[in-house]
């Protein structure tokens, strides 16, 4: 399956210009800046409670930013969420979003749009799930119905792709098994991607860029070729170590 891209010279689509946000007043982000090309997969790490699902909320228009500013596809995120999920900025949520007393089929009859990606496309990333349509969708495995949910999100055709911890409560072959299907998709389609993974190297494997968070603040950002040989330096950010106090 396809490689990590090279989407260099295209301008971004998701744009996240220095935001603070947070709960009851109180930052649980602050001064986060990240763009992602059409085509990019942007990795968003970082220990529980660093702010990455914080994020995600607010790139989707979800929580109200403090400060700063989100553009998505050329215009400004606002609180108007089903608008900005019309206008192609979708989230995967870890609760998946299944309805677990319907088929599979039914999951993704519900899911379908007018001008969204048709079934037999998504099929073609995910054959599996063609195999289990008939199947109740709470009887799945972990690992399937994340691929469900998956698929799921790309039957909307989405331009901007947030992925709140697809891997949560499968095991890293499950989670080796869907990332490359993820990539092929975005590289294919040109779909911008922010995975938030607690595997790192899986997440890095795929991903083009990377942020480390670390109590809400960016304790790390680089390409994630550089960070793929630099482990060390991801590590540290986990623990909190910023980028000045790693470059002294
Ligand atoms: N609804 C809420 N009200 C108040 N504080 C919250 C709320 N949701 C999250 N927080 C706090 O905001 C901070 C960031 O939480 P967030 O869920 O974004 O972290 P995370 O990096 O996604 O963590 P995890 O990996 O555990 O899911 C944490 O300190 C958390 O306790």
């Known amino acids: ?144 119905q994340q691929m469900l949910a998956l698929a799921k999100a790309l039957l909307a055709r989405p331009r901007v792709l947030l992925i709140d911890e697809m891997s949560l409560g499968l095991s890293p072959v499950a989670v080796q098994d869907l990332l490359p299907r993820l990539r092929a998709f975005a590289d294919e389609h040109q779909m911008a991607v922010v995975l938030v993974e607690q595997h790192i190297d899986l997440a890095l494997g795929i991903a083009d860029s990377a942020i480390v968070l670390h109590h809400g603040r960016v304790a790390l950002s680089a390409s994630a070729a550089d960070l793929r040989s630099r482990r060390d330096m991801v590590e540290a950010a986990y623990f909190g170590r910023t980028i000045e106090e790693q470059a002294s």
């Open 1 to 144: 399956m396809s490689t990590p891209n090279d989407a260099s010279s295209a301008s971004p689509v998701l744009e996240l210009d220095d935001i603070t946000v947070g709960y009851g007043g109180v930052p649980a982000v602050r001064g986060l800046s990240a763009s992602v090309r059409a085509g990019e997969i942007l990795a968003l790490l970082g220990p529980n409670g660093a702010g990455k699902t914080t994020t995600l909320l607010a790139t989707v228009g979800a929580l109200p930013l403090m400060s700063g500013s989100v553009t998505a596809l050329g215009e400004p995120i606002d609180h108007h969420i089903e608008r900005n999920a019309r206008r192609g900025v979708t989230l995967v949520p870890d609760t998946r979003g299944l309805f677990h007393k319907l088929s599979v089929s039914d999951n993704l009859r519900l899911a379908k749009r007018k001008n969204g990606t048709d079934l037999d496309t998504v099929f073609g990333y995910f054959p599996k799930l063609k195999t289990m349509r008939s199947r109740q969708c709470g009887n799945l495995s972990g690992g399937e």
